[in-house]
């Protein structure tokens, strides 16, 4: 399978605290794309980083990206209960079709 | 961006059904994908949806069980056919804005099926 791995599985942590989490992934892409799921609903576009980026930042969040370890993290800082939700990564593995990771189940408690 | 329509939201089943999923899209869009979520796990591809001509499936899915049309550039339905228990789950569908070194994907609401 192409799909990418992601840890932890599970987070949970305290309102306020930073929240980090990993993707890894197995072939050469051209960006690397962080998604957000409520509740078994549509997932939302957080962050889109190239392969040629090292790091992105959108508000609280911060995307690192190391194509050489074929790995990205997802860092969300002064996290609040409405962070809670599926974080998801996804790859283009060079092509146009998406192929997304395990995911991560972030709980923030208030 | 994109506003992607889909219906129904949910519905249940019964075993040996057939049920279409239908997928508006607020603009004109090259790209559309169905996707299929199994209760509590990751996004799977099932097809990309192709305007005028056959869907291209993914490993593991066959157009028998799961036949897509895309009569335009901003319409597509997937149908689940002969559905089992185990077809239960989010089927998705999604569109990519944009070529695809710095395209996003939109996302339904999703389809939610429970087969009985």
């Known amino acids: 399978s192409q799909q990418g791995e992601e840890d932890p599985q599970a987070l949970s942590i305290q309102e306020g605290e930073n929240a980090t989490m990993n993707c890894s992934y197995k072939?050469?892409?051209?960006?690397l794309q962080w998604y957000r799921q409520n509740s078994g609903r549509g997932l939302v576009h957080l962050i889109l980083i190239r392969s040629n980026e090292r790091e992105k930042h959108s508000g609280r969040l911060r995307v690192t990206l190391d194509t050489s370890k074929k790995s990205s993290s997802l860092l969300i800082t002064a996290s609040r209960a409405a962070d809670t939700a599926s974080y998801f990564c996804a790859t283009d593995a060079g092509t146009y079709k998406y192929i997304f990771g395990t995911g991560t189940r972030l709980k923030v408690l208030a | 961006s994109a506003v992607i329509s889909q219906k129904p939201s949910r519905d249940i089943c019964q075993r040996g059904t057939s049920l279409t999923i239908q997928c508006q899209v607020d603009s004109q869009v090259t790209m559309m994908f169905w996707y299929r979520q199994q209760p509590g796990q990751s996004l799977t591809l099932i097809a990309t949806?192709?305007?005028?001509?056959?869907?291209?499936?993914e490993s593991g899915f066959v157009i028998d069980k799961f036949p897509i049309s895309r009569p335009n550039l901003t319409f597509s339905t997937l149908t689940v056919s002969n559905m089992s228990p185990e077809d239960s789950s989010i089927y998705l569908c999604?569109?990519?804005?944009?070529?695809?070194?710095?395209?996003?994907?939109?996302f339904g609401e999703g389809s939610r099926l429970t087969v009985l």
């Open positions: 999604s569109v990519l804005t944009g070529a695809a070194t710095y395209g996003e994907l939109f």
């Open positions: 072939t050469s892409i051209n960006n």
């Open positions: 949806a192709n305007q005028g001509s056959e869907a291209t499936y």
